[in-house]
């Protein structure tokens, strides 16, 4: 049996020391890196905000009401029961015609309250343009693509019983579905190398070595374009197997607008490059705001919602006028 020496002592326990010491520091580190990367997020009351979510890989927290200041804009960030913007779903009411719509923040309505929101904009005229119950469902995700959108759809859509469909499209849209998003500890991780696992917790400090320092991407770059069309067709497909017309609303990105800070814009384009769809571009309609309708961070602020609850109408309107007329056509059963 071999004896220990006292060098070989020594050298035992320096190397437990400075073991003990590397994981302190990477710990430090680790710590570190998820106060400052919380602090930098595009929004700071995120770690309330959202939840896992094994369909769209997050969403919103239901029941969530926060008192949110951004930009020198106060305004509070709610869902419902359902996780969604806006009042309680309710049972459909005798002749209520219903609209779905789906979108990301600029839909959700981050930066203002929930009644200045273009949904419950559209769900007001019409109910005045009418004279009947109206009920428009907000399901507006931050940091939603049109990918989190179909599989929303998909799997959540029928819940509604919406005589129509409508997709609020923003110029990020074609990028964020080639990414992939993971929320936990409070963060939205975007295209996850690997969540390593520090006791069921992403390890901030790998994410930040291969994305911030080496600069390596998990996800290879694809054809935005083609992507986002494959979507958008199959959304189109599947609403018309449900017998809901379905249309997207494109919003412009400010820097492609007059009220242009000169910045980088989000995209090319206002409206994808899908003819087999109905799209309404509402380029034309911020061109003729009198006063800006974007918030400092590019969403739209209460005047943006207007202008594309109102641009909207019409297309309602006639979704309406058409479920009415399907519904008086149909006997009654006995």
């Known amino acids: 049996m071999k004896t220990e020496t006292p060098s070989h002592r020594r050298f035992t326990i320096k190397a437990i020391c400075l073991g003990v010491i590397l994981i302190a520091t990477l710990a430090a580190i680790e710590a570190g890196l998820r106060v400052y990367f919380l602090r930098l997020n595009s929004f700071p009351y995120i770690a309330h905000m959202f939840r896992d979510d094994p369909i769209t890989g997050f969403a919103l927290t239901p029941n969530m009401r ?4 951004g930009d020198g804009n106060d305004f509070t960030l709610d869902t419902n029961s359902m996780g969604l913007r806006g009042k309680e779903p309710l049972p459909r009411a005798p002749d209520e015609c219903r609209i779905l719509v789906m979108g990301d923040s600029y839909t959700y309505g981050i930066g203002v309250d929930a009644d200045e929101t273009y949904s419950v904009r559209l769900e007001t005229r019409l109910r005045d343009e009418l004279q009947r119950p109206v009920r428009v469902f907000n399901a507006g995700g931050p940091a939603f693509g049109t990918v989190q959108e179909l599989a929303f759809y998909r799997t ?10 409508l997709l609020g499209f923003f110029q990020n ?9 993971k929320y936990a500890d409070g963060f939205l991780f975007e295209n996850p190398s690997r969540i ?6 992403p390890s901030f400090l790998y994410e930040f070595i291969v994305k911030g320092v080496l600069g390596w991407r998990p996800l290879e770059p694809g054809d935005q374009a083609a992507k986002t069309r494959e979507v958008l067709l199959e959304l189109k497909a599947l609403a018309a197997n ?12 400010r820097e492609d607008t007059r009220f242009a800070v000169h910045e ?4 090319s384009g206002a409206c994808p490059d899908v003819p087999e769809l109905r799209m309404l571009d509402l ?3 911020f061109a003729t705001a009198t006063t800006t309708p974007f918030l400092p961070d590019h969403h739209i602020n209460k005047v943006g919602h207007r202008i594309v609850g109102d641009a909207l109408v019409p297309w309602a309107v006639e979704v309406c006028r058409a479920h009415a007329a399907a519904t008086a056509a149909t006997p009654r059963a006995p």
């Open 283 to 285: 380029s034309s309609a």
């Open 66 to 69: 926060i008192h949110a200041v």
């Open 173 to 181: 849209d074609p990028e964020d579905n080639l990414r992939v998003f």
């Open 242 to 253: 449900r017998g809901q017309p379905f249309l997207v609303a494109c919003i412009p990105d």
């Open 196 to 201: 390593v696992s520090l006791g069921g917790h």
């Open 264 to 267: 980088k814009p989000h995209g």
């Open 156 to 165: 959540k859509g029928p819940l509604f019983d919406a005589d129509a469909v």
